[in-house]
């Protein structure tokens, strides 16, 4: 297992477009978390999931966002309508319930949005 | 709502220069509180978690420790590869998120 891959590493985009990115947990887990950074930041909760349902989400997360984990495995972040505050690093992470507390997340290397 | 803070900023140590960084908090209840190391373009990376005040933990040159309000990361002997930023980020014994910290960015420098 290679970790929590996410894809694409870059994506530059007008403003009002929409993008989507992907995540890869790490196979066997079943809690999947997106989180953003900006610049000079710590990461911001956005949303997470369990297996497939979407069990939080932030007041972050406007209309604007979706997310989804159809099958429990890889999950999407839809941004629609871009605007230039949405760029940021958005970070996906995964664990297993049990072992959150003792280890924390796996993060994977985020994707670099840039809105212009 | 829960607030996690770090001092400093940014650090510059010279190599072999020991130094902490801080990590203050305020929640409800602590499950946990956790430090993890990020480089430039990369996802954050675990380094410790810490459940109780007294606790301590170890990894080469680095020893986090903890108190009822905050959390400590001594660094001894830093070597340039140390340079990264530095997150704190706490869990509540309610919910399943974390609170991070804005981090502190540490240089080592040769």
């Known amino acids: 297992d290679t970790g929590v891959s996410q894809d694409p590493r870059h994506k530059i985009t007008k403003r009002g477009q929409n993008v989507t990115f992907r995540c890869d947990p790490i196979?066997?887990?079943?809690?999947l978390y997106w989180y953003r950074q900006t610049l000079g930041q710590g990461p911001e909760f956005l949303t997470y999931?369990?297996?497939?349902?979407?069990?939080?989400k932030s007041r972050l997360l406007s209309d604007r966002f979706s997310a989804e984990r159809p099958k429990g495995s890889f999950s999407t972040l839809e941004i629609q309508r871009t605007e230039q505050g949405d760029s940021a690093m958005y970070l996906c992470?995964?664990?297993?319930?049990?072992?959150?507390?003792?280890?924390?997340?796996?993060f994977g290397s985020g994707t670099r949005l840039t809105v212009v | 709502e829960d607030q996690v803070t770090q001092s400093p900023e940014a650090l510059r140590l010279q190599e072999g220069e020991s130094s902490s960084l801080n990590c203050s908090y305020t929640?409800?209840?602590?499950?946990?509180l956790f430090w993890y190391r990020q480089d430039p373009g990369k996802g954050p990376e675990f380094l410790f978690t810490?459940?109780?005040a007294g606790e301590e933990k170890e990894k080469e040159r680095l020893k986090a420790t903890l108190t009822k309000k905050e959390s400590f990361l001594h660094i001894t002997a830093p070597k340039p590869e140390d340079s990264a930023t530095y997150l704190c980020a706490v869990r509540e014994n309610t919910g399943n998120q974390f609170y991070f910290g804005t981090g502190t960015s540490l240089t080592v420098i040769p």
């Open positions: 810490l459940y109780s």
């Open positions: 196979s066997e887990h079943n809690r």
């Open positions: 929640v409800s209840g602590l499950r946990g």
């Open positions: 992470a995964s664990s297993l319930p049990e072992m959150t507390v003792l280890y924390g997340y796996t």
């Open positions: 999931f369990q297996n497939e349902a979407q069990l939080e």
